[in-house]
């Protein structure tokens, strides 16, 4: 029982409407829809406040790797909030798990990430990865090195300085953006811009993006490259063989610091720990958020390599960046016990295995419907993406209204799956059954059915 006295789903969304400003939403359109309240959870599936159960095909926002209810993450909340609810990394002060989680970062992110410097979310990681970076090569004696390169419709979340590094053109629109310096090349999505050149030429085609842009930026000025393993909410775009291995390349070359966004794509969900391992990124810096404790408690890293560590810590003087609840010691130890179960279950084996072949296996039976253009992914991360015209392969005009639709059909038939643009994409919890696919992958294809 709440203060408010709200009991009906009439009353929660008559409250949430009068009071609660949602992200990512338009609020005149939600006030009249009204929201879907969210009561409880447990394994892949919610439960919302008429009662009715829906099966979650996105892990909450790509978050819920190891499902919902786990007492091992309540329990740990509680023994640590009983211990020591609260203490922080300022000021020549430290506490156990946030000591204990960096050293196991360290042990499972690719070698030479030997650093880490906690936060809360995967907009402060980003953020917090900004300022260093442009610290580091002031202290290297070019401070002109600032522009930072990402992609078209990456995302990197959403304060004003990662707002601008994202390269959603609809979000600069709002707030004045983009900030100077940083710049955008287009992103590896073969199936939208060149369907019929093979895998590999495009690779190098589209990686040839980043050293033209490097070029005309000029090479000095350019500090740092980033960019998702998998582009995550720019629409689920897979990249290419051979993409990431021609961008590492071009980096060297022109010295341009390499920084995986792996808030989506940690923590198992393509198959392996990190998009890294997937792709043989070997990134100067990472970003870790999500998967990290599962969603069950805001905490996020921004992993840095002994390259940049090495200069900010010799000659960077006191680094004035941070926030109270920068190493939270509940957070972290919630996400120590995460990473545990994790790795007891085998999770990531599993997806790479045995439930990410699987999902692949039944979408790709999608493949034939009229309104499926292309079935990608890479383990329990997938896309469908919807077409208006194979034969001439043409798109949807407006874009993401079809897909709007499409996505609104699953949810009244009780499954979230998102829809970027006119892609369907899905990223379940990495315990998500056979069974609870097969629901997922029927919601979804009889959606389409009803999709004009
Ligand atoms: N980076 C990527 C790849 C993301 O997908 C997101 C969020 O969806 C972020 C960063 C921002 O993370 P947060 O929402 O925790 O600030």
Partial sequence: CWE?????????????????????????ALATEGSRVITRAEGVWLWDSDGTRVLDGMAGLWCVNVGYGRPELVQTAARQMTELPYYNLFFKTATPPAIELSRKLVELTPPGLNHVFLVNSGSEANDTIIRMVRHFWALEGQPERRVIIARDNGYHGSTLAVASMSGMTAMHKQGGLPLPDFAHIREPHRFKVAPNTPPEA???????????????????????????????AGGLIVPPPGYWAEIQRICTKYDVL??????ICGFGRTGQWFGSDTYRIRPD?????????????????????????????????EFLHGFTSSGHPTACAV???????????????????????????????????????????????????????KAHHTFFSPVGRVGARCRDHCFRNNAVVRAVYDTMVMAPPLVIGRDEIDILVDTLSHALDQTH
């Fill in 335 to 389: 996400a120590l016990e995460n990473i545990s179960i994790l790795e007891r279950e085998g999770l990531v084996d599993r997806v790479r295995e045995d439930i990410g072949p699987y999902l692949m296996s039944r979408l790709e039976t999608l493949r034939d419907h009229p309104l499926v253009g292309e079935v990608r992914g890479q383990g329990l991360l997938a896309g469908v993406e919807l077409i208006r015209d």
């Fill in 4 to 28: 408010s006295g709200a009991q009906s789903s009439a009353d929660w969304r008559a409250l949430d409407a009068a009071h609660n400003l949602h992200p990512f939403s338009d609020h005149k």
């Fill in 202 to 232: 495009f690779a190098h085609e589209a990686a040839g993006w980043l050293e033209e842009a490097i070029l005309s930026i000029g090479p000095g000025r350019v500090a740092a490259f980033i960019g998702e393993p998998i582009q995550g």
């Fill in 258 to 263: 390499l920084i995986a966004d792996e808030v």
């Fill in 285 to 317: 810096m990472m970003t870790l958020a999500k998967g990290l404790s599962s969603g069950y408690m805001p905490v996020a890293a921004a992993m840095v390599g002994d390259r940049v560590a090495a200069t900010l810590i010799d000659r960077g003087g």
